[in-house]
C-alpha cells in the first residue's frame, strides 16, 4: 500500500540515489547486490541484539532496492534477469530476518510458519498474475498493490526487532495483512484476468 501510494512523495529521494550510483558506475545489478549483502547483514546484527542498528540497515537495503529500479530506468538497462535478482534477493532478506527470529525466539516458531505460508501464498498469486498479465506501469511487470508491500513488511520486522516483548503479537498481526493482501490479489486477478 506505502509502496504504491507514497511512491510519488519518496521518488525524490530514489532519483538522487540513482543519480549517485550511475556516477559511481554501479549497474542496477550492482546495487541489488548491495541491498542483499545489507540485508543479510541486519539479520545479523538482530542475531547479537544490535537492533536499532538492524533496523537502521534493513531500512537502508530497502531503499537500494527502490534505487536499483530507477537505475535500470535510466540507464535503459532493465531485464527479465534484473527482475528475478530483484524479488528473489528480497526474499532473501526477508528469510534471513525470519530465520534469525525463529533462532532466537524459539515460542514464535509456529507463528512463523504461519507467516511463512502466508508470504508463500501472497507472492504466488502475485508471480502469477505478474507472468499472465500484460506488462503496466513503472515496473518491469505487472505489479499488483496491496495492504501488505515491502514497506509494510519492513515497519513489521521494524517493530519485532525493537519490540521484542510483542513479538508473537506482531508476527500474528503481519500474517493476517499478507492474507488480506493475498485475498485483494485474487479478487483483482480475477477482474483483470477474464
Not at 63 to 72: F, P, S, T
Not at 116 to 138: D, P, Q, R
Request: charged share 15%.
Amino acid at each position: 500500500m506505502l509502496d504504491t501510494h507514497a511512491r510519488k512523495y519518496v521518488s525524490p529521494f530514489i532519483e538522487s540515489g540513482a543519480n549517485f550510483f550511475i556516477g559511481l558506475k554501479l549497474s542496477a545489478n550492482d546495487v541489488t547486490t548491495l541491498a542483499l549483502i545489507l540485508g543479510i547483514i541486519s539479520s545479523i546484527f538482530l542475531y547479537f541484539d544490535k537492533n536499532v542498528l538492524a533496523v537502521v540497515i534493513l531500512w537502508t537495503s530497502g531503499y537500494l532496492d527502490a534505487v536499483d529500479g530507477a537505475i535500470a530506468r535510466k540507464t535503459s538497462t532493465s531485464s527479465s534477469f534484473g527482475t528475478v535478482l530483484d524479488i528473489t534477493f528480497d526474499r532473501v532478506v526477508e528469510i534471513g530476518i525470519i530465520l534469525v527470529i525463529g533462532l532466537k525466539f524459539a515460542d514464535t516458531r509456529l507463528s512463523l510458519i504461519v507467516l511463512l505460508a502466508s508470504i508463500l501464498l501472497s507472492m504466488v498469486i502475485f508471480l502469477t498474475v505478474g507472468a499472465v498479465s500484460e506488462k503496466n506501469g513503472v515496473k518491469s511487470f505487472y505489479y499488483q498493490a496491496g495492504m501488505a508491500e515491502r514497506s509494510e513488511g519492513f515497519i513489521m520486522f521494524s517493530l519485532i526487532m525493537l519490540s521484542q516483548n510483542y513479538v508473537n503479537i506482531i508476527i500474528n498481526i503481519f500474517s493476517i495483512i499478507i492474507l488480506i493482501t493475498a485475498f485483494q490479489r485474487i479478487y483483482e486477478a480475477k477482474k483483470i484476468l477474464k
